[in-house]
């Protein structure tokens, strides 16, 4: 890969991508009135996932979710929140057991708190890639019907040009994130 530049920090504000500060932002959803670019990077089918021991705890009442007392992992953020609701709609044509659901600050601090058996989170395969691999954590079978999908986008503002940097890194990084290249 060649070498460029670009300037990204995490965690980002939409104000710091609109000063210019940074060239681009990694978002998931935001507000359509909002005068941004953006560009999907990769659609996936969000998965319901546990420890190996909890796993083998939920296939014993047959994944039966509701019944039991595990905590939901859940992130506090807007396009996330409302995952388990959607999650137990779908499955279960119920509401979400709100009480159950501890909110975490971020993807990753759920996946890492379903990989220490705290709970089942909700997540997309390519945010677990190495966690799947590694089996540190398992998919829990048997929620084909469920249809959650997580939308990931590359936000810019619209008055700023894109640059080389970025477009490259882009190219570059698409087919890294994809459910395909996890092995």
Known sequence: MPSITVRMVTPTTLNELSDGTIDGAFFFEIDDNINIRHESLISEQIIPIASPSLSKEISKMKFRIPEA??????????SWRNDWERFFRTEYNMAAPAPRITWLSS?????????????????????????????????????????????VNFYTMSEFPE????????????????SDAIG
């Open 69 to 78: 007392q595990w905590r939901l992992l859940g992130v506090d953020a807007p």
């Open 107 to 151: 993807p990753l601090a759920a996946l890492q708190a379903a990989v220490d058996g705290l709970g089942i989170a909700l997540m997309f395969p390519s945010i677990m890639r190495e966690e799947l691999s590694t089996n540190r954590i398992k998919v829990l079978p048997g929620f084909g019907s469920t249809a959650l999908v997580r939308q």
């Open 163 to 178: 640059t080389k940097s970025m477009r490259t890194y882009l190219d570059w990084l698409r087919p890294r994130l994809t």
